[in-house]
C-alpha cells in the first residue's frame, strides 16, 4: 500500500473527530494534570502530522525523491500507538464518577416508611410490653436407699417420690407490675401451678373446707401503689408466703430439694399486705390474713405479720419476721348422706354452696401460734454466697388452762436453724451446700418429738439459658425412728437419696420470681 496526501488528511480528519468527541471530566489537582497531559499528547500528534504533511509537500516542490514507503509506515505505527493510548486514558477518565455522583453516594441512605399503628394497635402494644407471660417445669428422678414401702419420701415437700419419674411442678405465671413511670400505679399476678408440689402443699382439707378450689391457684393478687411517701405498696389476694429464706419456685433456689423449714412454715396465705420502703436500706411490711395456709378462714380470727427487711450493703438482706395467729377451726364439715333433707332438726343449716355444711364446734380451741422468723444472705464474692436462716414457734391448743374441761395451755415447740452456701464455679457450674437442725419438741412438724438434722450437697449443670439440670445428695437422720424401709412398720433412723432435678423456664420476668 502507497499513502498519499488523501490518506495523510483523512488520518489527521479521523483523529481530530475522535479527540472532538471525548470530553476530559476531572475533579480536582489530579484531573487537571491528566488532563493537560491529554492535551499535550494530542497537541504532538496534530504537529508531527503537520511536519510530515510540510516535509512531504517540500520534498515534491524542490523535486526530489519521497520518502520510502518503511519510513512512512513506521511514523504511522508509532503515531497509532500513541492515540490508543490517548483513547484508554481518556475511557479511564470517563469511566469515573463525575463529582456530582460522588456527592450523590454519600448521602445516607432515606429512613425506612414509618409503621402506621392505629389507636388500638398502640394499646395493645403498651400492653404487651408491660406484661409478661413466664412457664415453667420441674421434673426429676429420685432413689431412695431405704427402698420405702409406697415409693415415699417422708417429710420432704417437692420430691416426695423415690425410685419414679416425676413432674414436681408445672406453671405459667401471668405478670403485670404497676409501672410508675408509666402512670400507672396498679397492677396483678396469676400463677397456675399443677404437679406433685402443688398437691402437697397447696390444700389442706385440715386447714381448709374446700381446698380442691384454689389448689392450682398458687399466686392471685392484684397490686396498688398509694402515693405516700416514696409509695405504699398494697397487695390484696392470695401469695405465697415470705416466712424462711426459701421459696417455691427451684430455679431461684440454691438446693433441688427443700428444707424442714419450708415444709413446716406457711406455704401461703390470703388476704392484705402492705410494704413500705423507708428508704434505699429498709423496708417494712404488715399482713392481715385468714390464716396459716387458709384461703377461706376455718376461724373468725384474722392473722397478722409484722416485719421488716434491711439492706446495709447491696450484697447484704437481712429480713426479719413476727407473725401472730389462731389457727384453730370452730367449725367442723359435715357430709351428709344421699337423700338427706336440707335441715336436720334445725342444727344443720341449708348450704349456701355444696361444700358448705358444717356443725359448730363448742368450745371451740382459741390458742395461739407466734412464729419468730429471721434470716439473711450476704453474696461475698460475685461467685460465693452465704445464708442462714433461724427459726422458733410457739404454738398451744388453749389459751388457759381449765382442767375441770380437761384444757391445757401446754405449749408445742420448734426450734430450729439451717445454714446455705453457693459457689460459682463457673457461668454454667456451681456448687451449692445446706446442713439443718430441727428441734421438734410435742411433734408439731413430725407428729413425735425427735431432733431432726439433714445435710444436702447439690452440683448445677447449665445445660442452656434457662435449662437447668441438678444433681443432689442427701441425708436426713434423727435421734427418733422416722423413715420409711422395706418393711411395713420398721421404721430407720435415717434415709439418703440421689436425685436428678430437670428444670426449664421461659419468659420476660427477670431476677427470681
Known amino acids: 500500500m502507497r499513502w498519499t496526501r488523501a490518506c495523510w488528511t483523512a488520518r489527521v480528519n479521523l483523529l481530530a473527530s475522535e479527540a472532538h468527541g471525548h470530553r476530559c471530566t476531572h475533579t480536582g489537582e489530579n484531573w487537571r494534570n491528566e488532563t493537560m497531559d491529554c492535551f499535550r499528547k494530542g497537541f504532538m500528534f496534530v504537529l508531527t502530522c503537520l511536519m510530515l504533511v510540510s516535509s512531504t509537500k517540500a520534498q515534491y516542490q524542490v523535486g526530489t525523491a519521497p520518502a520510502s514507503n518503511e519510513a512512512i509506515l513506521q511514523h504511522m505505527q508509532q503515531l497509532e500507538q500513541e492515540v490508543k493510548d490517548l483513547r484508554a486514558e481518556v475511557n479511564?477518565?470517563?469511566?469515573?464518577?463525575?463529582?456530582?455522583?460522588?456527592?450523590?453516594r454519600n448521602q445516607p441512605p432515606p429512613p425506612p416508611p414509618q409503621a402506621q399503628f392505629t389507636g388500638d394497635d398502640r394499646k395493645i402494644l403498651d400492653y404487651l410490653k408491660g406484661t409478661t407471660i413466664n412457664v415453667g417445669i420441674d421434673g426429676y428422678y429420685e432413689y431412695n436407699f431405704n427402698a420405702p414401702v409406697g415409693r415415699v419420701n417422708l417429710l420432704r415437700a417437692y420430691d416426695v417420690l423415690s425410685n419414679n419419674f416425676s413432674l414436681n411442678q408445672a406453671s405459667v405465671i401471668f405478670n403485670r407490675p404497676p409501672d410508675l413511670e408509666a402512670g400507672r400505679r396498679y397492677g396483678a399476678r396469676l400463677d397456675l401451678q399443677f404437679g406433685q408440689a402443688t398437691a402437697s402443699t397447696q390444700g389442706n382439707p385440715d386447714n381448709e373446707p374446700r381446698?380442691?378450689?384454689?389448689?392450682?391457684?398458687?399466686?392471685?393478687?392484684?397490686?396498688?401503689?398509694?402515693?405516700?411517701?416514696?409509695?405504699?405498696?398494697v397487695d390484696f389476694g392470695k401469695w405465697a408466703s415470705s416466712l424462711g429464706i426459701e421459696g417455691n419456685y427451684t430455679k431461684d433456689q440454691m438446693n433441688y430439694s427443700r428444707s424442714y423449714w419450708f415444709n413446716f412454715l406457711p406455704f401461703y396465705h390470703m388476704g392484705l399486705r402492705a410494704n413500705y420502703k423507708v428508704n434505699d436500706k429498709l423496708?417494712?411490711?404488715?399482713?392481715?390474713?385468714?390464716g396459716t395456709n387458709q384461703a377461706e378462714a376455718t376461724n373468725s380470727f384474722k392473722n397478722e405479720l409484722f416485719g421488716f427487711v434491711v439492706m446495709p450493703r447491696k450484697t447484704i438482706s437481712w429480713a426479719v419476721n413476727y407473725y401472730y395467729g389462731q389457727d384453730h377451726p370452730d367449725r367442723a364439715v359435715v357430709t351428709l348422706p344421699a337423700g338427706t333433707p336440707p335441715t336436720v332438726s334445725g342444727t344443720i343449716p341449708i348450704p349456701v354452696q355444696p361444700g358448705l355444711t358444717f356443725t359448730t364446734i363448742q368450745p371451740a380451741p382459741d390458742g395461739r401460734t407466734h412464729i419468730f422468723d429471721t434470716y439473711v444472705s450476704w453474696q461475698t464474692t460475685p461467685k460465693l454466697t452465704l445464708a442462714v436462716e433461724g427459726d422458733y414457734e410457739i404454738e398451744r391448743l388453749w389459751r388457759n388452762t381449765n382442767l375441770a374441761l380437761g384444757q391445757s395451755s401446754a405449749p408445742s415447740h420448734a426450734i430450729g436453724a439451717a445454714g446455705y452456701a453457693q459457689y460459682r464455679l463457673t457461668k454454667k457450674m456451681g456448687f451449692a451446700a445446706r446442713?439443718?437442725?430441727?428441734?421438734?419438741?410435742?411433734?408439731?412438724?413430725?407428729?413425735?418429738?425427735?431432733?431432726?438434722?439433714?445435710?444436702?450437697?447439690?452440683?448445677?449443670?447449665?445445660?442452656?439459658?434457662?435449662?437447668?439440670?441438678?444433681y443432689e445428695w442427701r441425708r436426713d437422720f434423727s435421734n427418733q425412728g422416722s423413715f420409711l424401709t422395706s418393711t411395713q412398720g420398721i421404721l430407720s433412723h435415717q434415709?439418703?437419696?440421689?436425685?436428678?432435678?430437670?428444670?426449664w423456664w421461659f419468659g420476660r420476668m427477670e431476677g427470681a420470681w
Not at 92 to 104: D, G
Open 92 to 104: 479511564a477518565m470517563k469511566s469515573l464518577p463525575t463529582p456530582a455522583a460522588v456527592e450523590e
Open 495 to 503: 434415709q439418703n437419696t440421689a436425685t436428678v432435678g430437670l428444670i
Open 283 to 290: 423496708a417494712v411490711n404488715y399482713w392481715v390474713v385468714n
Open 435 to 470: 446442713a439443718e437442725y430441727f428441734s421438734d419438741r410435742g411433734g408439731l412438724f413430725s407428729g413425735l418429738t425427735q431432733a431432726l438434722k439433714e445435710a444436702t450437697v447439690t452440683y448445677d449443670y447449665n445445660l442452656a439459658d434457662n435449662f437447668l439440670m441438678r
Open 211 to 233: 381446698p380442691e378450689i384454689y389448689r392450682n391457684v398458687f399466686q392471685a393478687y392484684g397490686t396498688y401503689v398509694i402515693p405516700l411517701g416514696k409509695g405504699l405498696t
